[in-house]
């Protein structure tokens, strides 16, 4: 989706904020805060930052994902790199994998969908990241923008993205 909104050849996006996309994309709006985490397979102890090293089966992340500074510079996290959710909780169902990292929103949703959520145990908050309208900036403001940009703020007015995904994947994403 980065080359697309780079290349000017999509209107707008929902992502993540990205520091290393401002050059050539917009932030416009942003809907909600989703804090960045990692979870330990069930058993196993995640209570502090320096733990991430002594989950020696390895931390699934998804490819191209930032999960933090400190955790992104890390080289002693040890990391497995998956191309999407359910293959990485799979892994961890499965004892290849000792932890997973994401958005809470993202891990509790294949979480449930894959029935692995029982093996999700301590959780550690590695940042907190943005959801936000995201657009060529060229796009920046034009007609299509400004109009969704007035949607998204009574939306995020009324709480509306907070209380859906809460409907969705239940307590504890904040």
Not at 66 to 71: A, K, M, P
Not at 84 to 106: Q, Y
Not at 128 to 140: G, I, S
């Given at each position: 989706m980065l080359r697309r909104i780079e290349a000017d050849t999509i209107d707008i996006a929902l992502s993540f904020r990205r520091q290393d996309a401002e050059a050539f994309s917009a932030y416009p709006a942003c809907l909600f805060r989703v804090p960045i985490v990692a979870y330990a397979r069930k058993g196993l102890t995640l209570r502090q930052y320096e733990?991430?090293?002594?989950?020696?089966?390895?931390?699934?992340?998804?490819?191209?994902?930032?999960?933090?500074?400190?955790?992104?510079?890390?080289?002693?996290?040890?990391?497995?790199?998956?191309?999407?959710?359910?293959?990485?909780?799979?892994?961890?169902?499965?004892?290849?994998?000792?932890?997973?990292?994401?958005?809470?929103?993202?891990?509790?949703?294949?979480?449930?969908?894959?029935?692995?959520?029982?093996?999700?145990?301590?959780?550690?908050?590695?940042?907190?990241?943005?959801?936000?309208?995201?657009?060529?900036?060229?796009?920046?403001?034009?007609?299509?923008?400004?109009?969704?940009?007035?949607?998204?703020q009574a939306m995020v007015a009324e709480g509306w993205a907070e209380a859906l995904i809460t409907r969705r994947i239940g307590q504890g994403w904040e």
């Open positions: 733990d991430l090293a002594r989950l020696t089966g390895g931390i699934g992340v998804i490819r191209g994902v930032t999960y933090g500074e400190r955790f992104d510079q890390d080289p002693a996290v040890p990391r497995s790199v998956e191309t999407d959710f359910p293959p990485m909780l799979r892994k961890l169902a499965a004892g290849r994998l000792d932890g997973v990292a994401g958005s809470t929103v993202m891990l509790m949703h294949y979480a449930q969908q894959t029935d692995v959520t029982g093996l999700l145990g301590d959780r550690l908050l590695l940042t907190l990241t943005e959801v936000c309208l995201q657009v060529p900036k060229v796009r920046a403001d034009v007609p299509l923008t400004r109009a969704v940009v007035t949607a998204v």
